[in-house]
């Protein structure tokens, strides 16, 4: 009886199958053409949607046996944890052309973020402040409606980028601001319309153009 408990303890303490391979979480991060930003656990976003990806968790790797030599290939990129990654979303193929290396450079732009910990760019190094709302309580200590509204003004930090990447930032917005338009509504196009004919116009006019007045006349 004594040895059959020992043997019942044993079996208790060894690690299942199931428990050596990490299980790993990836949480989808998603932008409609609005803006609005919506956190999905394990279900990637809907069609038409900004997807970026966030991996938690560790991966466990398996020796590999050393019977039957098999060439030999480069292993797998290792998953990204920590940031958001983008993975889908407008990414059209920009690059500028021989001819706009006459052209000045592009207007500066700044990768700014705000309080909140949202990324965009700017073409302002100090932006307006920005009014965060405050929780008003009551004074009861209630979260309750018609308690009044309050709010601390705070300021974005942004950095500017640097000459050699500002064709891509400008590439990056435009794209980005295409892809806004293509999902916008009635009462937001013409906003949509004149913030991509913006940045398109400052693109054009600088060495970051894709093509030039010379290129499109040739036949």
Sequence with gaps: MRQRLIAIIAACLLPSAGGLAAQETVFYKCTDAQGN???????????????????????KTVPVPTKRA???????????YGEFVMISGPAAQRK??????ALPAPPALYQCKTW???????????PAPRCAPLQV?????????????A????????IAIPEEQLCAAWYRRLDEAEFK??????????????????????IK?????????TQAAVP
């Design 37 to 59: 930003t919506s956190m999905q656990n394990g279900t990637p976003c809907a069609p038409g949607m900004k997807q970026e990806i966030r991996r938690i968790g560790e991966v």
């Design 70 to 80: 098999q060439a030999t290939t480069p292993p797998p990129e290792p998953p990204q």
């Design 96 to 101: 500028p052309a021989p001819a706009a290396a």
């Design 116 to 126: 909140e910990g949202e990324s965009y760019y700017g073409e302002e190094a100090m």
């Design 137 to 149: 309580l009551g004074i009861d200590g209630s979260h309750g409606l018609g308690m009044g509204q």
């Design 151 to 158: 709010c601390e003004m705070k300021q974005d930090s942004c």
């Design 181 to 202: 338009l293509r999902y916008a509504n009635e009462a937001t196009r013409r906003e949509r319309q004149n913030k991509v004919a913006a940045i398109d116009t400052a």
């Design 205 to 213: 006019a600088s060495r970051c153009a894709t093509s030039t007045p």
